[in-house]
């Protein structure tokens, strides 16, 4: 049967819901110009709030998308944060006033309009799954002749810190329809099918629990030093393949944007280079740890 290995992210669990903005909206900059944020680009902007504890701190992300009547500010926050408490549209206004006093979020402007207001105020939102797949990808009947396969979602399912949600189930539904062409019998078809997409599913779910789990702004208590030392580690990686010109990898978020890489060759890369950094710590460590005994030894 199909059973499920899960783990938890910094990211899963958090809360998020869509605002509906006026597409022709300007945004205010730190000059008292009104920029228009440009629509067919590949840049996201993130806008942030006055308020800074973690259950006030807010960020709007906008993703590039094509000219529309609305577009939306992605709000996405712990689960215990303040601004899920409100219940009614026009306190919602207001808080977003509050949380933005460059904006104007008066009714009058139509930035957001008072039903929208309304919806999100009242809507319950939903939660970024855990990091899971499926070990098992098919169940095949004695005689090879029908199959249950998986694929997409039913595989695997996570965060979208990595943005490869589409993508690694658009890779599923290629990989089996190339399988179903190359293999008649479909019992062997899955099996052939498993063999290839198997360890791929595996190597993204690892690679989105450490690729960019912090990117929401969550912070607070644990998840603090858990960023710090997430944030270390990322630049640490980065440092490193700029002075060995290549040689030790990139971390995998930035990996993951050669499309010519499979994401269990970029996962080995990032583990051997883990491996290898805690290979030289140790050893460090123990010269240092020799070098303190045998100056022990010289004053005792």
């Not at 205010?28 to 110009?33: E, I, K, L, R, S």
């Not at 779910?205 to 710090?228: D, H, S």
């Not at 290898?276 to 005792?300: D, E, H, N, R, Y």
Request: charged content about 20%.
């Amino acid at each position: 049967g199909f059973k499920v290995k899960r783990w938890f992210s910094p990211s899963s669990g958090l809360k998020f819901k869509c605002l509906q903005i006026n597409s022709d909206a300007k945004v205010p900059v730190g000059d008292g110009t009104m920029f228009e944020i440009p629509f067919d680009t590949q840049t996201f902007y993130s806008i942030r709030s006055v308020y800074k504890s973690p259950k006030q701190a807010i960020s709007l992300g906008l993703l590039p998308c094509r000219k529309a009547p609305t577009r939306t500010f992605n709000v996405i926050r712990l689960p215990n944060h303040d601004i899920w408490k409100v219940k009614d549209g026009e306190e919602l206004r207001e808080w977003f006033a509050k949380a933005f006093p460059r904006f104007d979020f008066s009714a009058e402007t139509s930035l957001v309009e008072q039903e929208e207001f309304d919806r999100f105020a009242t809507t319950e939102g939903l939660s970024l799954p855990p990091c899971q797949y499926s070990p098992q990808l098919y169940v095949v009947s004695p005689n090879s002749e029908a199959a249950v396969i998986l694929v997409g979602d039913a595989v695997h399912t996570f965060p979208p810190d990595l943005g490869e949600g589409v993508n690694s189930g658009l890779e599923d539904v290629l990989c089996l329809d190339e399988s179903l062409t190359k293999i008649g019998k479909i019992g062997n078809a899955a099996r052939y099918y498993a063999s290839l997409r198997g360890p791929e599913s595996k190597a993204l779910v690892k690679m989105v629990r450490v690729g960019a789990p912090f990117q929401y702004q969550q912070f607070g208590g644990l998840l603090t030093v858990k960023k710090l030392f997430w944030t270390f580690n990322f630049f640490g990686r980065v440092a490193l393949n700029k002075l060995t010109f290549g040689l030790s990898p990139n971390p995998v978020f930035i990996q993951i944007s050669d499309p010519n890489l499979k994401y269990s060759t970029a996962l080995r890369r990032a583990d051997t280079l883990t491996a290898t950094l805690w290979l030289i710590t140790l050893g460090v460590l123990s010269k240092v740890f020799g070098v303190a005994s045998k100056l022990k030894a010289l004053f005792v």
